[in-house]
Protein backbone atom coordinates (compact mmCIF):
# COMPACT_ATOMS: atom_id res chain seq x y z
CA UNK A 1 0.00 0.00 0.00
CA UNK A 2 2.08 3.50 -0.73
CA UNK A 3 2.67 5.70 1.76
CA UNK A 4 1.46 9.22 0.26
CA UNK A 5 -0.23 10.53 3.13
CA UNK A 6 1.49 13.46 4.60
CA UNK A 7 -0.03 15.77 7.09
CA UNK A 8 0.98 19.51 7.50
CA UNK A 9 1.72 20.14 11.11
CA UNK A 10 0.48 23.27 12.00
CA UNK A 11 2.46 25.09 15.00
CA UNK A 12 0.42 25.21 18.03
CA UNK A 13 -0.53 28.50 19.24
CA UNK A 14 1.45 30.07 21.59
CA UNK A 15 -0.15 30.54 24.58
CA UNK A 16 -1.61 26.93 24.34
CA UNK A 17 2.18 25.34 23.81
CA UNK A 18 1.93 23.00 26.29
CA UNK A 19 -1.32 21.32 24.99
CA UNK A 20 -0.13 18.51 23.38
CA UNK A 21 4.05 19.00 24.65
CA UNK A 22 6.75 16.80 24.86
CA UNK A 23 8.28 17.40 28.19
CA UNK A 24 11.95 15.93 28.86
CA UNK A 25 12.59 15.81 32.81
CA UNK A 26 16.37 17.03 33.57
CA UNK A 27 17.52 15.98 37.00
CA UNK A 28 20.52 18.54 37.40
CA UNK A 29 22.83 16.75 39.76
CA UNK A 30 23.08 13.97 37.53
CA UNK A 31 22.96 15.33 34.00
CA UNK A 32 26.11 17.06 33.48
CA UNK A 33 29.49 17.74 35.89
CA UNK A 34 31.57 21.18 34.63
CA UNK A 35 33.20 21.84 38.03
CA UNK A 36 34.63 18.57 38.55
CA UNK A 37 32.92 18.21 41.81
CA UNK A 38 31.11 14.82 41.36
CA UNK A 39 27.66 16.70 40.91
CA UNK A 40 26.05 17.95 37.99
CA UNK A 41 25.00 21.90 37.38
CA UNK A 42 22.81 24.32 35.29
CA UNK A 43 26.43 24.82 32.67
CA UNK A 44 26.25 21.60 32.66
CA UNK A 45 22.37 21.56 31.31
CA UNK A 46 23.24 24.72 29.20
CA UNK A 47 25.62 22.70 27.36
CA UNK A 48 24.16 19.52 26.61
CA UNK A 49 20.69 21.49 25.87
CA UNK A 50 21.37 21.25 22.11
CA UNK A 51 21.26 17.45 22.36
CA UNK A 52 17.60 17.78 24.20
CA UNK A 53 16.74 19.61 21.29
CA UNK A 54 17.85 17.66 18.76
CA UNK A 55 15.40 14.55 20.48
CA UNK A 56 12.18 17.06 19.25
CA UNK A 57 11.18 17.73 22.54
CA UNK A 58 9.26 20.90 22.94
CA UNK A 59 10.69 21.65 25.98
CA UNK A 60 12.13 20.47 29.61
CA UNK A 61 11.64 20.23 33.22
CA UNK A 62 14.31 20.88 35.94
CA UNK A 63 13.59 19.47 39.10
CA UNK A 64 14.99 21.84 42.26
CA UNK A 65 18.05 23.31 41.88
CA UNK A 66 17.38 26.17 44.84
CA UNK A 67 19.40 26.63 48.00
CA UNK A 68 18.70 23.87 50.13
CA UNK A 69 21.02 21.98 52.16
CA UNK A 70 20.28 18.70 50.25
CA UNK A 71 18.65 16.38 52.44
CA UNK A 72 15.77 15.23 49.83
CA UNK A 73 18.14 15.93 46.91
CA UNK A 74 16.56 19.82 46.80
CA UNK A 75 13.59 19.27 47.54
CA UNK A 76 13.95 20.66 51.05
CA UNK A 77 14.55 24.31 49.24
CA UNK A 78 16.18 26.76 52.18
CA UNK A 79 15.97 29.66 49.76
CA UNK A 80 13.46 29.83 46.79
CA UNK A 81 14.87 33.01 44.99
CA UNK A 82 18.32 31.62 44.41
CA UNK A 83 20.53 28.73 43.21
CA UNK A 84 22.01 26.34 45.36
CA UNK A 85 26.61 26.66 44.97
CA UNK A 86 26.35 23.32 44.10
CA UNK A 87 24.11 24.00 40.92
CA UNK A 88 25.83 27.27 39.84
CA UNK A 89 24.59 30.73 39.95
CA UNK A 90 21.79 33.02 38.83
CA UNK A 91 23.67 34.01 36.12
CA UNK A 92 24.06 30.82 35.31
CA UNK A 93 20.15 29.79 35.88
CA UNK A 94 19.66 32.96 33.29
CA UNK A 95 22.42 31.75 30.55
CA UNK A 96 20.42 28.29 30.70
CA UNK A 97 17.15 30.50 30.19
CA UNK A 98 18.56 32.04 27.19
CA UNK A 99 20.23 28.95 25.66
CA UNK A 100 16.92 27.08 25.90
CA UNK A 101 14.79 30.05 24.16
CA UNK A 102 17.14 30.13 21.27
CA UNK A 103 16.63 26.35 20.54
CA UNK A 104 12.96 27.00 20.99
CA UNK A 105 12.61 25.15 24.30
CA UNK A 106 10.59 26.13 26.82
CA UNK A 107 11.82 25.90 30.73
CA UNK A 108 9.46 24.48 33.25
CA UNK A 109 11.23 24.48 36.67
CA UNK A 110 10.11 22.31 40.50
CA UNK A 111 7.72 24.52 42.42
CA UNK A 112 8.05 22.86 45.80
CA UNK A 113 6.20 24.92 48.02
CA UNK A 114 3.88 22.58 50.40
CA UNK A 115 6.90 22.21 52.91
CA UNK A 116 10.39 24.49 53.60
CA UNK A 117 13.77 22.76 54.43
CA UNK A 118 13.95 23.50 58.47
CA UNK A 119 16.79 25.56 57.57
CA UNK A 120 14.80 27.93 55.77
CA UNK A 121 14.84 31.30 57.49
CA UNK A 122 11.27 31.26 57.88
CA UNK A 123 11.09 28.14 60.04
CA UNK A 124 13.97 29.30 61.60
CA UNK A 125 11.90 32.20 62.77
CA UNK A 126 8.66 30.04 63.06
CA UNK A 127 10.51 27.74 65.93
CA UNK A 128 11.99 30.47 67.70
CA UNK A 129 9.01 31.26 69.53
CA UNK A 130 4.91 31.12 69.94
CA UNK A 131 4.84 34.62 69.19
CA UNK A 132 7.00 35.77 66.88
CA UNK A 133 5.94 36.91 63.42
CA UNK A 134 6.02 33.72 61.61
CA UNK A 135 5.07 31.67 64.53
CA UNK A 136 2.04 30.40 62.49
CA UNK A 137 3.82 29.74 59.26
CA UNK A 138 4.08 26.55 59.70
CA UNK A 139 1.81 23.87 60.98
CA UNK A 140 2.12 23.42 64.94
CA UNK A 141 0.07 21.53 67.42
CA UNK A 142 0.10 20.71 71.23
CA UNK A 143 1.03 17.13 71.96
CA UNK A 144 -2.02 14.89 73.46
CA UNK A 145 -2.58 14.87 77.66
CA UNK A 146 -0.23 12.27 77.14
CA UNK A 147 2.67 13.67 75.23
CA UNK A 148 1.75 11.70 71.82
CA UNK A 149 1.85 13.12 68.55
CA UNK A 150 -1.52 15.35 68.08
CA UNK A 151 -2.77 12.94 65.00
CA UNK A 152 -2.38 9.87 63.99
CA UNK A 153 -0.83 11.38 60.37
CA UNK A 154 1.99 9.50 58.93
CA UNK A 155 5.55 10.63 56.83
CA UNK A 156 5.64 9.49 52.91
CA UNK A 157 9.28 8.71 54.24
CA UNK A 158 8.38 6.67 57.16
CA UNK A 159 7.19 7.15 60.64
CA UNK A 160 4.97 9.80 61.88
CA UNK A 161 4.05 12.95 60.37
CA UNK A 162 4.85 14.80 63.24
CA UNK A 163 8.14 16.26 65.49
CA UNK A 164 8.75 17.37 68.89
CA UNK A 165 10.66 20.87 68.55
CA UNK A 166 11.79 21.65 72.85
CA UNK A 167 11.72 25.38 71.94
CA UNK A 168 7.94 25.70 71.59
CA UNK A 169 7.32 22.98 73.13
CA UNK A 170 4.96 22.00 70.47
CA UNK A 171 4.86 19.71 67.61
CA UNK A 172 4.88 20.32 63.57
CA UNK A 173 4.45 18.65 60.88
CA UNK A 174 5.97 17.08 58.15
CA UNK A 175 4.33 15.22 55.31
CA UNK A 176 7.95 13.95 54.34
CA UNK A 177 11.27 14.10 56.28
CA UNK A 178 11.43 15.63 59.57
CA UNK A 179 13.91 18.71 58.52
CA UNK A 180 11.27 19.57 55.65
CA UNK A 181 8.45 21.12 57.54
CA UNK A 182 4.92 22.03 56.35
CA UNK A 183 3.88 25.29 55.62
CA UNK A 184 0.64 26.58 57.11
CA UNK A 185 -1.15 27.39 54.17
CA UNK A 186 -4.26 28.62 56.46
CA UNK A 187 -2.10 31.57 56.99
CA UNK A 188 -2.77 34.22 54.26
CA UNK A 189 0.99 35.35 54.81
CA UNK A 190 2.13 32.42 53.61
CA UNK A 191 0.44 32.23 50.43
CA UNK A 192 1.49 35.44 49.60
CA UNK A 193 4.91 34.76 50.30
CA UNK A 194 5.08 31.82 47.85
CA UNK A 195 3.64 33.59 45.31
CA UNK A 196 6.38 36.02 45.34
CA UNK A 197 8.83 33.67 45.20
CA UNK A 198 6.62 32.34 42.06
CA UNK A 199 6.77 35.59 40.48
CA UNK A 200 10.39 35.94 41.24
CA UNK A 201 11.19 33.30 38.50
CA UNK A 202 8.20 34.32 36.04
CA UNK A 203 10.29 37.51 35.86
CA UNK A 204 13.27 36.04 34.99
CA UNK A 205 11.42 34.17 31.76
CA UNK A 206 10.49 30.72 32.86
CA UNK A 207 7.64 29.14 31.24
CA UNK A 208 5.91 27.23 34.19
CA UNK A 209 5.97 25.13 37.03
CA UNK A 210 6.14 21.61 37.69
CA UNK A 211 3.77 22.01 41.10
CA UNK A 212 5.69 19.11 43.74
CA UNK A 213 2.99 17.45 45.91
CA UNK A 214 0.25 20.16 44.53
CA UNK A 215 -2.34 17.97 46.99
CA UNK A 216 -0.33 18.82 50.12
CA UNK A 217 -0.67 22.05 50.65
CA UNK A 218 -3.45 22.35 52.93
CA UNK A 219 -4.21 20.13 56.36
CA UNK A 220 -7.15 19.91 58.62
CA UNK A 221 -7.59 22.77 60.94
CA UNK A 222 -9.59 20.33 63.30
CA UNK A 223 -7.03 18.21 63.49
CA UNK A 224 -9.07 14.66 62.57
CA UNK A 225 -7.05 11.71 62.77
CA UNK A 226 -7.44 9.70 59.18
CA UNK A 227 -9.31 6.62 58.70
CA UNK A 228 -7.97 3.25 58.33
CA UNK A 229 -8.24 2.51 54.55
CA UNK A 230 -9.83 -1.00 53.98
CA UNK A 231 -9.29 -0.52 50.09
CA UNK A 232 -6.50 -2.89 49.43
CA UNK A 233 -5.81 -2.40 45.59
CA UNK A 234 -5.38 1.51 46.68
CA UNK A 235 -2.49 0.05 49.09
CA UNK A 236 1.35 1.10 47.65
CA UNK A 237 -0.24 4.05 45.24
CA UNK A 238 1.41 6.84 46.87
CA UNK A 239 3.86 5.14 48.80
CA UNK A 240 5.80 1.94 48.41
CA UNK A 241 4.06 -1.37 50.02
CA UNK A 242 6.79 -1.61 52.87
CA UNK A 243 5.50 1.96 54.22
CA UNK A 244 2.27 2.09 56.65
CA UNK A 245 1.90 5.14 54.92
CA UNK A 246 -0.89 3.05 52.58
CA UNK A 247 -2.87 1.96 55.43
CA UNK A 248 -4.93 5.33 56.29
CA UNK A 249 -7.05 7.11 54.45
CA UNK A 250 -5.34 10.29 53.81
CA UNK A 251 -8.93 12.45 54.47
CA UNK A 252 -7.33 14.91 56.64
CA UNK A 253 -3.45 15.47 55.77
CA UNK A 254 -4.00 16.66 52.58
CA UNK A 255 -6.16 17.10 49.39
CA UNK A 256 -8.20 19.61 51.82
CA UNK A 257 -11.22 21.49 49.73
CA UNK A 258 -8.97 24.85 50.70
CA UNK A 259 -6.92 23.60 47.98
CA UNK A 260 -8.77 24.74 45.12
CA UNK A 261 -9.10 28.63 46.07
CA UNK A 262 -5.34 28.48 46.20
CA UNK A 263 -4.89 26.85 43.14
CA UNK A 264 -7.17 29.73 41.59
CA UNK A 265 -4.71 32.53 42.92
CA UNK A 266 -2.06 30.46 41.65
CA UNK A 267 -3.26 30.42 38.08
CA UNK A 268 -4.33 34.28 38.32
CA UNK A 269 -0.90 34.92 39.12
CA UNK A 270 0.56 32.90 35.83
CA UNK A 271 -2.11 34.90 33.77
CA UNK A 272 -0.71 38.00 33.88
CA UNK A 273 2.34 36.42 31.85
CA UNK A 274 1.76 34.98 28.33
CA UNK A 275 1.82 31.92 27.91
CA UNK A 276 2.76 30.49 31.29
CA UNK A 277 1.88 27.03 32.09
CA UNK A 278 1.25 24.25 34.89
CA UNK A 279 1.33 20.79 35.54
CA UNK A 280 0.61 19.46 38.81
CA UNK A 281 1.94 16.30 40.95
CA UNK A 282 -0.91 14.36 42.45
CA UNK A 283 -0.56 11.40 44.59
CA UNK A 284 -3.98 10.85 46.25
CA UNK A 285 -4.24 6.98 46.03
CA UNK A 286 -8.11 5.94 44.17
CA UNK A 287 -9.09 9.62 44.32
CA UNK A 288 -6.18 11.27 42.43
CA UNK A 289 -8.27 11.33 39.39
CA UNK A 290 -11.26 12.90 40.73
CA UNK A 291 -8.45 15.34 42.48
CA UNK A 292 -6.86 16.23 38.90
CA UNK A 293 -10.16 16.56 37.64
CA UNK A 294 -11.35 19.17 40.50
CA UNK A 295 -7.79 21.04 39.65
CA UNK A 296 -7.80 21.25 36.12
CA UNK A 297 -11.82 21.64 35.58
CA UNK A 298 -12.88 25.57 34.32
CA UNK A 299 -9.50 26.83 32.66
CA UNK A 300 -8.98 28.87 35.82
CA UNK A 301 -6.66 26.75 37.98
CA UNK A 302 -3.57 24.33 36.74
CA UNK A 303 -3.26 23.59 33.13
CA UNK A 304 -2.38 19.78 33.37
CA UNK A 305 -1.69 17.19 36.17
CA UNK A 306 0.18 13.69 36.18
CA UNK A 307 -0.89 11.41 38.73
CA UNK A 308 1.13 7.52 39.48
CA UNK A 309 -1.24 5.45 36.96
CA UNK A 310 1.54 5.06 34.25
CA UNK A 311 4.34 4.75 36.90
CA UNK A 312 3.91 1.29 38.39
CA UNK A 313 5.01 -2.28 36.84
CA UNK A 314 1.85 -2.82 34.83
CA UNK A 315 2.56 -2.39 31.48
CA UNK A 316 -1.28 -4.43 29.69
CA UNK A 317 -3.60 -3.34 26.91
CA UNK A 318 -6.00 -3.81 29.98
CA UNK A 319 -4.35 -1.40 32.30
CA UNK A 320 -3.56 1.30 29.79
CA UNK A 321 -7.05 1.50 28.41
CA UNK A 322 -8.63 1.73 31.79
CA UNK A 323 -6.11 4.51 32.75
CA UNK A 324 -6.53 6.58 30.04
CA UNK A 325 -10.57 5.99 29.83
CA UNK A 326 -11.20 6.68 33.11
CA UNK A 327 -9.36 10.06 33.55
CA UNK A 328 -11.38 10.64 29.92
CA UNK A 329 -14.92 10.11 32.22
CA UNK A 330 -13.48 11.65 35.41
CA UNK A 331 -11.44 14.67 33.89
CA UNK A 332 -14.28 16.26 31.55
CA UNK A 333 -12.55 19.60 30.85
CA UNK A 334 -8.70 18.94 32.27
CA UNK A 335 -5.88 17.90 30.40
CA UNK A 336 -3.17 15.06 31.70
CA UNK A 337 0.54 14.92 31.13
CA UNK A 338 1.65 10.85 30.35
CA UNK A 339 4.55 9.69 31.96
CA UNK A 340 6.03 5.88 32.16
CA UNK A 341 9.39 7.07 33.96
CA UNK A 342 10.64 10.35 36.51
CA UNK A 343 13.02 10.50 39.38
CA UNK A 344 10.88 8.74 41.79
CA UNK A 345 10.10 5.62 40.49
CA UNK A 346 12.07 2.47 38.99
CA UNK A 347 12.87 3.14 35.62
CA UNK A 348 9.83 1.81 33.40
CA UNK A 349 12.64 -0.49 30.92
CA UNK A 350 12.89 -2.68 34.66
CA UNK A 351 9.63 -2.29 35.66
CA UNK A 352 8.44 -3.52 32.06
CA UNK A 353 10.75 -5.94 30.11
CA UNK A 354 10.58 -9.56 31.45
CA UNK A 355 14.10 -10.71 29.75
CA UNK A 356 17.21 -8.92 29.57
CA UNK A 357 16.75 -10.19 25.61
CA UNK A 358 13.48 -7.83 25.04
CA UNK A 359 14.43 -4.70 26.42
CA UNK A 360 15.48 -3.05 23.74
CA UNK A 361 11.86 -3.69 21.75
CA UNK A 362 9.92 -2.91 25.28
CA UNK A 363 11.89 0.37 24.80
CA UNK A 364 10.86 1.34 21.34
CA UNK A 365 7.27 0.14 21.95
CA UNK A 366 7.00 2.25 25.05
CA UNK A 367 8.04 5.30 23.59
CA UNK A 368 5.14 4.73 20.28
CA UNK A 369 2.68 3.68 23.41
CA UNK A 370 3.57 7.06 25.50
CA UNK A 371 3.96 9.29 22.10
CA UNK A 372 0.35 8.00 20.79
CA UNK A 373 -2.00 9.29 23.89
CA UNK A 374 -3.94 12.04 24.24
CA UNK A 375 -2.31 14.28 26.44
CA UNK A 376 0.92 15.65 27.29
CA UNK A 377 4.03 13.44 27.59
CA UNK A 378 7.41 14.14 30.13
CA UNK A 379 10.46 11.77 29.22
CA UNK A 380 13.10 11.15 32.05
CA UNK A 381 16.26 11.48 31.42
CA UNK A 382 18.04 8.34 29.81
CA UNK A 383 15.35 6.38 28.89
CA UNK A 384 15.88 7.45 25.69
CA UNK A 385 18.94 5.49 25.71
CA UNK A 386 17.12 2.85 26.93
CA UNK A 387 18.44 2.80 30.22
CA UNK A 388 17.43 0.40 33.07
CA UNK A 389 17.38 0.71 36.98
CA UNK A 390 20.60 0.80 38.32
CA UNK A 391 21.43 -1.89 40.95
CA UNK A 392 23.30 -0.27 44.02
CA UNK A 393 24.79 -1.43 46.73
CA UNK A 394 23.54 0.16 50.05
CA UNK A 395 26.70 2.05 50.64
CA UNK A 396 25.87 4.13 47.74
CA UNK A 397 22.75 4.88 48.55
CA UNK A 398 21.97 8.64 49.08
CA UNK A 399 18.26 8.96 49.09
CA UNK A 400 16.81 8.89 52.55
CA UNK A 401 13.90 7.31 51.70
CA UNK A 402 15.84 3.68 50.73
CA UNK A 403 18.27 4.12 53.59
CA UNK A 404 15.62 3.91 55.77
CA UNK A 405 13.37 0.90 54.33
CA UNK A 406 16.55 -1.14 53.14
CA UNK A 407 16.25 -3.76 52.02
CA UNK A 408 12.63 -4.03 51.46
CA UNK A 409 12.80 -0.74 49.76
CA UNK A 410 16.10 0.01 47.45
CA UNK A 411 14.75 3.72 47.13
CA UNK A 412 14.91 6.20 44.28
CA UNK A 413 18.65 6.10 43.80
CA UNK A 414 18.88 3.51 40.95
CA UNK A 415 16.99 5.60 38.54
CA UNK A 416 18.84 8.60 39.45
CA UNK A 417 22.52 7.85 38.68
CA UNK A 418 24.28 9.68 36.16
CA UNK A 419 23.28 10.30 32.30
CA UNK A 420 25.48 9.16 30.35
CA UNK A 421 27.44 10.75 27.42
CA UNK A 422 30.62 9.02 25.74
CA UNK A 423 30.97 5.69 26.33
CA UNK A 424 35.36 5.70 26.56
CA UNK A 425 35.47 8.18 28.90
CA UNK A 426 35.55 8.30 32.82
CA UNK A 427 31.79 8.20 34.31
CA UNK A 428 30.58 7.79 30.74
CA UNK A 429 31.57 11.99 29.87
CA UNK A 430 29.57 12.86 33.05
CA UNK A 431 32.14 14.37 35.34
CA UNK A 432 36.09 13.88 35.62
CA UNK A 433 35.51 13.68 39.23
CA UNK A 434 36.96 10.17 40.96
CA UNK A 435 33.92 9.45 42.14
CA UNK A 436 30.22 11.29 41.29
CA UNK A 437 27.75 11.88 43.54
CA UNK A 438 26.68 8.24 42.59
CA UNK A 439 28.62 5.32 40.66
CA UNK A 440 27.55 5.27 36.89
CA UNK A 441 27.14 1.48 36.06
CA UNK A 442 28.68 -0.52 33.50
CA UNK A 443 25.91 -1.19 31.69
CA UNK A 444 24.86 2.24 31.80
CA UNK A 445 28.16 3.26 30.00
CA UNK A 446 27.82 1.32 27.22
CA UNK A 447 24.67 2.80 25.83
CA UNK A 448 26.06 6.13 25.84
CA UNK A 449 24.45 8.77 23.30
CA UNK A 450 27.89 8.63 21.15
CA UNK A 451 27.80 5.11 21.02
CA UNK A 452 23.85 5.22 20.48
CA UNK A 453 24.30 8.38 17.47
CA UNK A 454 26.56 6.01 15.14
CA UNK A 455 23.56 2.77 15.43
CA UNK A 456 20.85 4.23 12.93
CA UNK A 457 18.76 1.30 15.21
CA UNK A 458 19.26 2.71 18.31
CA UNK A 459 17.09 3.50 21.45
CA UNK A 460 17.96 6.81 20.89
CA UNK A 461 17.47 7.18 17.49
CA UNK A 462 14.31 5.91 17.79
CA UNK A 463 13.03 8.27 19.76
CA UNK A 464 13.62 11.25 17.82
CA UNK A 465 12.00 9.30 15.00
CA UNK A 466 8.79 8.48 16.76
CA UNK A 467 8.75 11.59 18.16
CA UNK A 468 9.30 13.09 15.18
CA UNK A 469 6.54 10.88 13.87
CA UNK A 470 4.02 12.46 16.93
CA UNK A 471 4.98 16.15 15.74
CA UNK A 472 4.26 15.46 12.19
CA UNK A 473 0.67 14.51 12.75
CA UNK A 474 -1.87 17.04 14.99
CA UNK A 475 -4.02 14.24 15.29
CA UNK A 476 -1.34 12.86 18.05
CA UNK A 477 -0.56 16.32 19.67
CA UNK A 478 -4.30 17.05 20.84
CA UNK A 479 -6.82 15.28 18.87
CA UNK A 480 -9.71 13.14 20.04
CA UNK A 481 -9.34 9.39 21.18
CA UNK A 482 -11.62 6.25 20.88
CA UNK A 483 -10.79 3.02 22.03
CA UNK A 484 -12.10 0.30 19.94
CA UNK A 485 -13.28 -2.83 21.52
CA UNK A 486 -11.95 -6.25 20.84
CA UNK A 487 -11.43 -9.37 22.85
CA UNK A 488 -7.98 -9.39 22.33
CA UNK A 489 -5.01 -8.75 24.38
CA UNK A 490 -4.71 -5.79 21.84
CA UNK A 491 -4.44 -1.69 22.51
CA UNK A 492 -6.90 -0.47 20.06
CA UNK A 493 -7.37 3.24 19.26
CA UNK A 494 -8.51 5.91 17.28
CA UNK A 495 -7.35 9.50 17.04
CA UNK A 496 -8.71 12.14 15.14
CA UNK A 497 -8.66 15.95 14.34
CA UNK A 498 -9.65 17.44 11.36
CA UNK A 499 -9.46 15.06 8.39
CA UNK A 500 -6.74 13.15 9.67
CA UNK A 501 -7.82 9.77 11.53
CA UNK A 502 -5.07 7.48 12.49
CA UNK A 503 -5.68 3.91 13.89
CA UNK A 504 -3.15 2.62 16.27
CA UNK A 505 -2.60 -1.40 17.18
CA UNK A 506 -0.93 -2.27 19.88
CA UNK A 507 0.38 -6.11 21.13
CA UNK A 508 1.79 -5.38 24.06
CA UNK A 509 1.77 -9.23 24.70
CA UNK A 510 4.34 -11.69 24.14
CA UNK A 511 2.73 -13.78 21.65
CA UNK A 512 1.55 -13.48 17.59
CA UNK A 513 -1.90 -11.98 17.06
CA UNK A 514 -3.81 -11.17 14.46
CA UNK A 515 -6.27 -7.92 14.61
CA UNK A 516 -9.16 -7.89 12.02
CA UNK A 517 -10.06 -4.08 10.67
CA UNK A 518 -13.58 -2.73 12.24
CA UNK A 519 -16.06 -3.12 9.26
CA UNK A 520 -17.01 -0.13 9.20
CA UNK A 521 -13.25 1.15 8.81
CA UNK A 522 -11.21 1.07 5.48
CA UNK A 523 -7.55 1.25 5.70
CA UNK A 524 -6.29 3.90 2.93
CA UNK A 525 -2.77 4.68 4.24
CA UNK A 526 -0.13 2.95 6.14
CA UNK A 527 2.03 4.92 8.32
CA UNK A 528 4.66 2.77 9.85
CA UNK A 529 5.76 3.63 13.56
CA UNK A 530 9.70 4.09 13.48
CA UNK A 531 11.12 0.29 14.45
CA UNK A 532 8.19 -1.56 13.41
CA UNK A 533 6.68 -3.50 10.67
CA UNK A 534 3.47 -5.70 10.91
CA UNK A 535 2.02 -7.07 7.97
CA UNK A 536 -1.42 -5.60 6.73
CA UNK A 537 -3.48 -7.76 4.12
CA UNK A 538 -6.87 -8.44 3.19
CA UNK A 539 -8.09 -6.21 6.13
CA UNK A 540 -6.07 -7.81 9.02
CA UNK A 541 -3.26 -6.93 10.62
CA UNK A 542 -0.54 -9.56 11.62
CA UNK A 543 1.46 -8.43 14.62
CA UNK A 544 4.28 -9.94 16.09
CA UNK A 545 4.46 -10.13 19.96
CA UNK A 546 5.76 -6.41 21.07
CA UNK A 547 4.53 -4.86 17.98
CA UNK A 548 2.78 -2.17 16.71
CA UNK A 549 0.19 -1.12 13.69
CA UNK A 550 -0.31 2.49 12.38
CA UNK A 551 -2.27 3.07 9.47
CA UNK A 552 -4.62 6.24 8.29
CA UNK A 553 -8.66 5.18 7.85
CA UNK A 554 -11.53 6.86 6.48
Known amino acids: MPLTHAPVHKPQAQSDWWKGAVIYQVYPRSFQDTTGDGFGDLAGVTKRLPYIASLGVDG ?17 VSDYCNVD ?59 KPDGTAPTNWLSVFGGPAWEWDGVRKQYYMHSFLASQPDLNFHNPDVQDALLETVRFWLDRGV ?16 LRDNPPLFDEESFGLD ?92 VTDGWVCWAFSNHDVVRHLSRFSESVEEQVRVA ?47 GRDGCRTPMVWETGKPNAGFSSAEKPWLPVPYVHAMQAVDAQERRPDSVLNHYRAVLSFRKGHGALRDGDMHFIKTN ?49 DAGIVKLEGLDVFCGVVA
Request: overall charge negative; charged content about 25%.
Open 239 to 330: ASDVNPYGMQDHLYDKTRPENVAFLKRFRALLDEYEGRATVGEVGDGARSLKTVAAYTSGNDKLNMCYTFDLLGPDFSAKHLRASVETFGKV
Open 85 to 143: PMFGTLADFDALMAEAHRLGLKVIIDQVISHTSDQHPWFVDSRASRTNSKADWYVWANP
Open 364 to 410: KLAICVLASLRGSICLYQGEELGLTEAELAFEDLRDPYGIRFWPAFK
Open 488 to 536: LDVLAFTRQKGDEKLLFVFNLTREAVEFPIPKAMRVTDILPMPGFAPLF
Open 60 to 76: IWLSPFFTSPMADMGYD
Open 207 to 222: DGFRLDTVNHYFHDKL
